[in-house]
């Protein structure tokens, strides 16, 4: 039988940081309620001409540069921080990266779970017919109110995964469980630019989305916990997916230590909460920092607030060293721009309605770029490439 799952995958931040010891510095808190307490040390903040499109696009481009465009006619973007009501946000990347018009593009949104309904959309593509690749994107930026409990848990950043029949990083297995449930534990009104979050409820909502998930898991066949050798969690803040893995240790009565979901923190500690990107910049972390993956089985667990859950598992391929970026992402991250805080706060609080006309000044150092809006059009372009051929364009 095929074997289908990601052939490869990349990630991409944005332009600026800031540093959660000066925030709590200047909250008057301590530093570890953020680094401990939340299990994060900074996040990243996109820049006045970065958004979710151009993250999306700077993810996608490696893979491009890697593999080309043959074979691909769908690309799937999930986002909860979407830039249009109507239009999909993979149509701005699709024209970025110069991608075949002989396509399907469309839009994904049920919060940080979307990437993962993405994902499990491209494996039913790739199994109709094995000759066709799918790329899924998925780019957050994530905003709460400045001085509020959220704060200190944004975040910025996209994933991109080309899904093929026999991956080179992991083969998805098809057994999945899943859970779903109307409840208000976080929400994006249509008017507001930042979220609402009653942070309780959603770590019980987090929590009962996993033991539904696994128990729907184990009811349809899936493997039993024993047989899983590492986890990777949905992380909002890394301690989350601490709390969640002692939480499924519990329900299935097991020892489940921190170690076998440990190098899945290193990216998200660093760039924050990224929504839809979470758990796959988390398998992108377990992936470039663990050199005993071959052969091994990933537990994986999706969540999205409101509520939707997915436990899932996929087996590491034996060449997954040869696709690492870990090199390149540390590169990306360490050369952010440090913002200080009167200026986060100044772009924090920016707002350009759809009806002003918009320059957006030239900051990001990226591939890509917001230029601003025009004739209530959001308007992209490249930076560093030629923009009269593209880099994926067969026409």
């Given at each position: 039988?095929?074997?289908?799952?990601?052939?490869?995958?990349?990630?991409?931040?944005?332009?600026?940081?800031?540093d959660?010891?000066?925030?709590?510095?200047?909250?008057?808190?301590?530093?570890?309620?953020y680094?401990?307490?939340?299990?994060?040390?900074?996040?990243?903040?996109p820049?006045?001409?970065e958004?979710i499109v151009?993250?999306?696009?700077?993810a996608?481009?490696p893979l491009?540069?890697?593999?080309g465009?043959?074979g691909?006619r769908t690309?799937?973007?999930?986002?909860?921080s979407?830039?249009d009501?109507?239009?999909s946000?993979g149509l701005f990347?699709?024209?970025?990266?110069?991608l075949?018009?002989?396509?399907?593009?469309?839009?994904?949104?049920?919060?940080?779970?979307?990437?993962?309904?993405?994902?499990?959309?491209?494996?039913?593509f790739?199994a109709?017919?094995?000759?066709?690749r799918?790329l899924?994107?998925?780019?957050?930026?994530?905003?709460?109110?400045?001085?509020?409990a959220?704060?200190p848990?944004q975040?910025?950043?996209?994933?991109?995964m080309?899904v093929a029949a026999?991956?080179?990083?992991?083969?998805?297995?098809?057994?999945s469980?899943v859970?779903?449930?109307?409840?208000?534990?976080?929400?994006?009104?249509?008017?507001?630019?930042t979220a609402?979050?009653?942070g309780?409820?959603?770590?019980?909502?987090?929590?009962g989305?996993?033991?539904?998930?696994?128990?729907?898991?184990?009811?349809?066949g899936?493997?039993?916990?024993d047989?899983?050798?590492?986890?990777?969690?949905?992380?909002p803040?890394?301690?989350?997916?601490?709390?969640?893995?002692?939480?499924?240790?519990?329900?299935?009565?097991?020892?489940?230590?921190?170690?076998?979901?440990?190098?899945?923190?290193a990216?998200?500690r660093?760039?924050?909460n990224?929504y839809?990107?979470?758990?796959?910049?988390?398998?992108?972390?377990?992936l470039?920092?663990?050199?005993?993956?071959a052969?091994?089985?990933?537990?994986?667990f999706?969540?999205?607030s409101?509520a939707v859950?997915?436990?899932f598992?996929g087996?590491v391929?034996?060449?997954?060293?040869?696709?690492r970026?870990?090199?390149?992402?540390?590169a990306?991250?360490a050369?952010?721009?440090?913002l200080?805080?009167?200026?986060?706060r100044?772009?924090h609080?920016?707002?350009?309605p759809s009806?002003?006309?918009?320059?957006?000044p030239?900051?990001?150092?990226?591939?890509?770029?917001?230029?601003?809006i025009?004739?209530r059009?959001r308007r992209?372009?490249?930076?560093?490439?030629?923009?009269?051929?593209?880099?994926?364009r067969?026409?």
């Amino acid at each position: 039988m095929t074997t289908i799952g990601i052939h490869d995958l990349s990630l991409a931040t944005a332009h600026h940081v800031v540093d959660l010891a000066e925030l709590a510095e200047d909250a008057g808190v301590d530093p570890a309620k953020y680094h401990v307490g939340l299990g994060q040390d900074r996040m990243s903040v996109p820049a006045a001409d970065e958004d979710i499109v151009t993250m999306g696009a700077e993810a996608a481009l490696p893979l491009l540069e890697r593999h080309g465009t043959d074979g691909i006619r769908t690309l799937l973007f999930a986002t909860e921080s979407g830039v249009d009501q109507s239009k999909s946000a993979g149509l701005f990347v699709h024209e970025l990266l110069g991608l075949p018009h002989t396509m399907r593009v469309v839009e994904f949104k049920q919060a940080c779970y979307g990437a993962t309904a993405a994902l499990q959309s491209a494996l039913g593509f790739v199994a109709r017919n094995p000759e066709e690749r799918v790329l899924v994107i998925s780019s957050d930026v994530a905003r709460y109110q400045l001085e509020s409990a959220g704060e200190p848990t944004q975040g910025a950043g996209a994933v991109a995964m080309l899904v093929a029949a026999d991956p080179a990083l992991l083969a998805i297995e098809p057994i999945s469980g899943v859970a779903a449930r109307d409840v208000d534990d976080f929400w994006r009104p249509n008017d507001s630019t930042t979220a609402v979050v009653d942070g309780r409820l959603s770590l019980s909502a987090y929590l009962g989305a996993l033991t539904t998930a696994w128990d729907d898991f184990t009811a349809a066949g899936g493997v039993g916990i024993d047989e899983i050798d590492r986890f990777c969690f949905h992380q909002p803040f890394t301690k989350m997916a601490r709390k969640a893995l002692a939480g499924l240790a519990q329900h299935t009565g097991t020892t489940l230590p921190d170690e076998l979901q440990e190098a899945t923190f290193a990216y998200n500690r660093e760039l924050g909460n990224t929504y839809t990107a979470s758990l796959y910049a988390g398998l992108a972390s377990l992936l470039d920092h663990d050199d005993d993956l071959a052969g091994t089985r990933i537990g994986l667990f999706s969540y999205g607030s409101g509520a939707v859950g997915e436990f899932f598992t996929g087996i590491v391929q034996p060449g997954y060293r040869q696709r690492r970026r870990r090199e390149s992402i540390e590169a990306r991250i360490a050369g952010r721009v440090r913002l200080e805080l009167p200026a986060y706060r100044e772009l924090h609080g920016a707002e350009h309605p759809s009806d002003t006309e918009w320059e957006a000044p030239s900051v990001t150092a990226g591939p890509f770029r917001f230029a601003g809006i025009r004739d209530r059009a959001r308007r992209y372009e490249a930076t560093q490439l030629d923009a009269a051929q593209p880099p994926g364009r067969r026409d």
